[in-house]
């Protein structure tokens, strides 16, 4: 595990750029395999970018733990088993200069775009986000529902009665 460790800090060190998207796909081999190809168009010009370094993952969330979730109270991020097994679609991309920023996000977001009009087309598309990972142009919150933010605020205000991680603490998605 140390090892491991080591390995990932080093591939993104702090301080570097860092563009993470994704979105999230209903469970099918026919969109997940073109969706590798997608990747590879926006982010041909970027090949020669000072320090690039490009990751794109599949994670599965099963229909059964969102099941399973239900069972025990439910969720708060608008999962539902019958939307089915879904698969997330992870781009993580960093580079060395600031002065690539501008690029590599729009790349980024050219990259997810695409994605999203595939599985749109194909009527594969789901609008959950998952919060830890979501782009900052992203709005993960408002994909959980109506009822779903208003639980999220209320443990807010039960555990952090100050706001501070809300109204204080810069960066990240906001319950407000």
Known sequence: MTTLAIEVNGSNPPGRPV???FGTLAN???????VFDIANTPLEPLK??????CAMAYQAIPRRVMTRSLASG??????DPEDGNLVLV???ISWKKSTDDKIMNTQAISFLKQVE????GLGMLHKWKYLTFAAQWQDPITDYGHENRERLR??????DPDQVSQEQVPGGHKLC
Do not use: K
């Not at 020669?48 to 370094?53: F, Q």
């Not at 009009?117 to 749109?120: F, K």
């Open 19 to 21: 563009s993470c998207s």
């Open 28 to 34: 099918n081999v026919s969109p997940l395999s073109q």
């Open 48 to 53: 020669n970018t000072s320090g690039l370094r």
């Open 74 to 79: 439910g969720n708060a991020l608008g999962l």
């Open 90 to 92: 992870f781009l993580d």
């Open 117 to 120: 009009t595939l599985a749109a």
């Open 154 to 159: 209320t443990a807010s205000r039960m555990y």
